[in-house]
């Protein structure tokens, strides 16, 4: 597949891709209603996939269900790890040519999509080794009584991803959630199904069982809806908007079902006087302008100390014209945004901000691929100073914009650090450990960053507080959410 790159930039090329659901080990036939994804490098479609329907989903689910009660939860522990260990090795098996794909999916530049992959074979590694540790305990309820707990997977768990890291976000569910027994149907966003087809598949190549994992494509308001409601699903784990999640927690209110809600953030990056300068501004400008912005991590807010807010940001304005923009697969510093909705979307908010005179450093507009002249490109954009009550302070925008927020003294940070309805993240630079440590105490977010922006890995529990959600994926933690404590207490 690389040596056709050039013709998949220019649209000349195409790639072999499924065109049903995953469901019960193979794909379904193409549905009556298909839906268009498009190469946002291009602005044009590049291929089609089903709608699925409630019905699909009732299929999905049912499979699940079965293969739930008469395989997987009877499968020994050691042998889910050893599946999920071959899934690891068939991701990395397959690197180029799901990188390829999630790039013309999503947008992002190869490097990240190849960078994505390998944290989705990391995920599977990690979780393999954890399938035969998932203890109970015992009680000391005295000499005439045996109890004790055990640990039982949920049953059949749904996954409801965003668009902006299909396969990682794919994966930091489906894994654990298979580690811990549980049978998935998940459900890629509309404008991003195939690399979780291909998980799907890949899975099944690795020899896990038919039915354990599912995967249904279609639209949030008829497949994803239809799935959060299903009677069968004991657990959610959804990625995604705040008012999507909303609607998705009512919906599973209904059925008692379980969630897990991965929703926005508008973090915030600290960059404090006595920092080392250089590591912030790279620090920064990945944080904002890494996958064009379209994270729900980014840190779109520069919480910058007064004392070198002027040298910092003629450096950091001056980098940040200088990024190249691209389509993905040419591999540029940064890609297109993944629909042209969300390109008016965030167009909308600098526009907006605009009017009421915001002063733009750089960037601001809307511009394609300098190659060819297509795709739905925003320039990576820079605001200055804005107050704490400003839309570009407190609404998530989820593109390449980064607005800055000065801050008198460490207490200042702190106050503007906090003053916003998300928690997911925020980065702290300062060459001061106490500062650096009485920061991450002090501020309300679910993970803390100090002098590298985006450290760590899928040891590390993720999630977030306030608007940002609740419950954690990734690391140990993640698997609580798909297993339930039995207790057992007998009289002997
Ligand atoms: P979205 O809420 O529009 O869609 C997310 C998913 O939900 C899609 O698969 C969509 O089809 C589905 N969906 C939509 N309506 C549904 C419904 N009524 N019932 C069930 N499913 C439904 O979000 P998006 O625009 O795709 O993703 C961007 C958002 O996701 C941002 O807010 C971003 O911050 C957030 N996000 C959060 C994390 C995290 O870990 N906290 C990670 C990535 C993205």
């Not at 909705?341 to 691929?369: S, Y």
């Not at 450290?455 to 507080?465: L, M, Y």
């Amino acid at each position: 597949m690389l040596d056709k790159l050039d013709d998949l930039i220019t649209g000349t090329a195409s790639v072999d891709l499924p065109d049903g659901h995953f469901i019960n080990g193979g794909y379904t036939k193409a549905g009556k209603d298909m839906i268009e994804s498009f190469d946002a490098g291009r602005g044009a479609v590049f291929a089609r996939f089903t709608n699925g329907t409630s019905s699909d989903v009732d299929q999905a689910v049912a499979n699940a269900r079965t293969t739930f009660q008469n395989i997987w939860r009877k499968t020994a522990p050691v042998e889910r790890g050893r599946i999920l260990s071959k899934t690891a090795a068939l991701i990395l098996e397959n690197l180029e040519r799901l990188a390829i794909i999630e790039t013309l999916d999503c947008g992002k530049p190869l490097s990240e999509a190849r960078g994505d992959v390998r944290g989705a074979a990391r995920c599977f590694e990690y979780y393999a080794g954890v399938c035969d540790k998932l203890q109970g305990q015992t009680f000391p309820l005295g000499h005439d009584y045996l109890g004790y707990s055990i640990s039982e997977p949920i049953g059949v768990t749904a996954h409801i991803i965003p668009w902006n890291f299909p396969i990682s976000t794919a994966a930091r569910g489906i894994a654990p959630a298979l580690a811990a027994g549980c049978c998935v149907v998940a459900k890629p966003a509309e404008t991003t199904p195939f690399s979780a087809l291909l998980l799907g598949e890949i899975l099944h190549q690795a020899g896990l069982p038919s039915g354990v994992c599912n995967v249904i494509t279609g639209t949030g308001l008829q497949t994803g809806a239809a799935l959060v409601a299903h009677p069968d699903i004991g657990q959610v784990t959804f990625t995604g908007s705040v008012a999507t999640g909303r609607n998705v927690m009512k919906s599973a209110a209904d059925n008692i079902t379980r969630v897990v809600l991965e929703l926005g953030g508008k973090s915030p990056v600290v960059v404090l006087g006595d920092c080392d300068q250089d590591a912030a501004l790279n620090g920064v400008l990945g944080a904002i302008f890494e996958n064009a912005g379209q994270i729900c991590s980014a840190g779109s807010r520069l919480i910058i100390a007064r004392e070198i807010h002027d040298e910092f940001i003629d450096r950091l304005v001056k980098r940040a014209a200088e990024i190249s923009v691209g389509h993905g697969l040419s591999d540029p510093q940064m890609g297109p945004l993944n629909s042209q909705q969300h390109l008016q979307k965030v167009a909308g908010f600098v526009d907006r901000a605009k009017t009421r005179g915001a002063e733009v450093l750089t960037g601001g507009n809307i511009t394609q691929d300098p190659k060819t002249g297509q795709g739905w490109f925003y320039e990576p954009t820079i605001i200055a100073n804005r107050p704490s009550d400003d839309e570009l302070v407190q609404e998530e925008i989820f593109g390449p914009v980064l607005t800055v927020q000065i801050a008198d003294d460490v207490d200042h940070a702190l106050t503007l650090a906090n003053d916003c309805q998300f928690g997911l993240v925020a980065g702290v630079y300062t060459s001061n450990a106490t500062t650096a440590h009485r920061l991450a105490r002090d501020i309300d977010a679910g993970q803390i960053y100090i002098n590298e922006y985006f450290a760590g890995g899928i040891e590390v529990p993720f999630g977030g507080n306030k608007k940002s959600g609740f419950g954690r994926e990734k690391g140990l933690e993640a698997l609580q959410s798909y297993c339930k404590t039995k207790s057992v207490v007998a009289k002997i």
